[in-house]
Structures are given as C-alpha cells and as structure tokens.
C-alpha cells in the first residue's frame, strides 16, 4: 500500500471498514479519503519519517547524511523523523567510539539540536554515544529533540548486547557501556512516545511497561541489527511487540556495511497498532527514509475494539498462580 517518491516511500494506515490511500502527484502527498470521515481522520493524525543510513566512523560525514535526510523528510511533509542507534558515529576499531563519546552539552549533540531547530523538525537520536561514569564507558543513549532544539528526554539503553552471534562476531556491550536504569516516556505531539534502544527489542517485559504503566502510544526503537539475528527475528519481534502493545512501532535501522568487521541488517519499518507494516524502504540496505501516518483514531479503535488492558493479569495474580 505504498508508492516510492526517490527514496521516500509514503504509507496511510488501513483502519477497516474505512480505508485511505495516499498517492504521490507533482511530487507532493495528497491524502484521498474514500470515507465519509475523512476530514476528522486528517485532523487526528500526524507524519513522520524513519530514516535509514550506514553510518561510519566519520562525524561529519554522517551529520551530512542526517541533515540530507532531514530535508527530504520535510519535504515530504513529516515533523518527526528517526535516525537508528549510531546515527553520528560507528567506530571501525575497538575503542573507537568510547574516544569520541561526550556529553549532551558537547559539540556533537549541538550540532544536531541546531539540526532540528533549523529544520522545524522534532528529531529522536538513537543510540548517541554519551560520556559515561568514567574513561572507559560510555552510556548508548536515545535523545529526543523537540523543533526548538530542546532536549526534551533521554534514555539509556537497559539491555546489553552481550551476544555470541551464531556464525557471526562475539559482543560485549557491557565491556564498555554502562547500563540504563528507568524506563522513559513522554507526551509529545505524535502522541506518547516511549523510548527504547536495539536489543531491548527482545524484552517484552520493558514494552509491556511502556504501554500498561507508562501510557505508551508510539514505540521507538532505533537500531542496528547484526545481519545474522535481523534475518532471522528483525521484524517478526518488531510486529509482534506493536500487535501485543497496541502501539506503532518506528524502527529505524542502520544497514549494509559500515567497516570490514561491521554489517547491520537494515529494513527500516514502520507498524501500526494492529501489526501491520505501513512504512519500508523498498531496499532493505539503502539510505533513505520510510514515511507514515500516526493515526489517532486507529489506536483508539484497535484498544476499544480488543480491550487488552482491561483483561490483562496483574503480577499479583501471577504471584499467586505460580504457589
């Protein structure tokens, strides 16, 4: 259900029986509703972008990048875009990427707070390598940027990638990167974000509290998948944590090869509530962006419509359950 404009590809959700497609003319997003609804149905949602790039370990070559990403998103109409974990930098070598880590206030994150000012853009930078507790870690922290350039939230990714990839490379995420420790979201004008990181992907638990506890709408969860696990459970995990959630799901991913030791798996996706796939780059490891719409009013009929809040056990329950 969707059409490609160079390397942006424009997706409007299906709220069923009501059904609405957008179709690119004179290189411009014309929403036509073939409902009676319609106009309500545009009054309640909003656009946005998930970006796809292969960052490298050259900072200004990747702000480059972001910044050109940027300006087609806005064009094609979205005021929130998405970059993946290691948006700025992807070290080559070891160690790489604790020597460039800083904080917030540093020269890195001002650069991209201008980014978002300048483009009236709100921007959600995953995975940015802040400065950690001491010289030899860093913290792998998701950064929200608002239009004005203000950070308005932070989270720091929980779940460390300490993996021995099958046929793949040995991680240690944990060797360098001190671990987050609250889980994060906020009210913003895409509805209620919830922040996650990469590997947290396959913690249902941390979703679950997004949604249930912490009034989620809209996950994020940008990312850099190895080539060998995002084949095998990239968006299978992505569609279900939006199905089980009742939330959209925005993944944007790095893709292809960053260095001769490093390849990420791409296919950025974005998901509605219902477990469909309404954003993707129609190459799995091309730069580029995915662009949507987060309708309101389907998250509203997708939870009317199966009440899973209300069925759910709470962990009282389960307590008891297992004596």
Not at 26 to 49: C, L, P, Y
Not at 70 to 95: H, I, M, Q, R
Request: hydrophobic share 40%; glycine share 6%; aromatic share 8%.
């Amino acid at each position: 259900m969707g059409f490609c404009l160079q390397n942006v590809t424009y997706y409007k959700p299906t709220l069923s029986p009501t059904h609405f497609k957008i179709s690119i003319a004179h290189q411009s997003a014309t929403v036509r509703a073939i409902s009676a609804d319609a106009s309500t149905m545009a009054v309640n949602s909003v656009r946005v972008a998930a970006a796809q790039m292969t960052s490298i370990n050259d900072l200004a070559t990747n702000y480059a990048t972001c910044s050109r990403l940027v300006k087609e998103a806005a064009l094609a109409g979205a005021k929130l875009v998405c970059f993946p974990e290691n948006f700025s930098f992807v070290g080559a070598k070891d160690g790489e990427s604790l020597k460039i880590a800083e904080p917030l206030d540093g020269p890195i994150m001002k650069g991209y707070c201008a980014l978002a000012r300048e483009s009236n853009m709100w921007l959600s930078l995953g995975g940015f390598q802040e400065r950690g507790s001491d010289d030899a870690h860093l913290c792998n922290t998701h950064v929200l940027i608002d239009d004005a350039g203000n950070i308005r939230s932070t989270y720091r990714k929980m779940h460390m990638f300490d993996v021995n990839v099958p046929g793949g490379a040995v991680y240690k995420e944990s060797s360098f990167t001190d671990a987050g420790k609250e889980i994060v979201a906020m009210d913003s004008p895409f509805g209620r974000l919830g922040l996650t990181v990469c590997y947290d992907l396959r913690f249902p638990e941390l979703y679950q509290q997004l949604r249930f506890h912490h009034g989620a709408e809209v996950l994020l969860v940008p990312a850099a998948f190895t080539k060998v696990t995002g084949e095998a459970h990239w968006e299978i995990l992505l569609r279900a944590r939006a199905i089980e959630t009742q939330c959209y799901v925005i993944a944007a991913a790095q893709a292809g090869k960053h260095s001769e030791k490093r390849e990420s798996y791409g296919d950025t996706l974005i998901i509605d509530p219902w477990g469909t796939v309404i954003g993707r780059l129609p190459d799995r490891v091309s730069t580029g962006i995915a662009v949507a719409d987060i309708d309101f009013s389907l998250i509203e009929s997708v939870r009317t419509k199966m009440p899973i809040s209300q069925h759910r056990k709470p962990i009282e329950f389960w307590k008891q359950a297992s004596v």
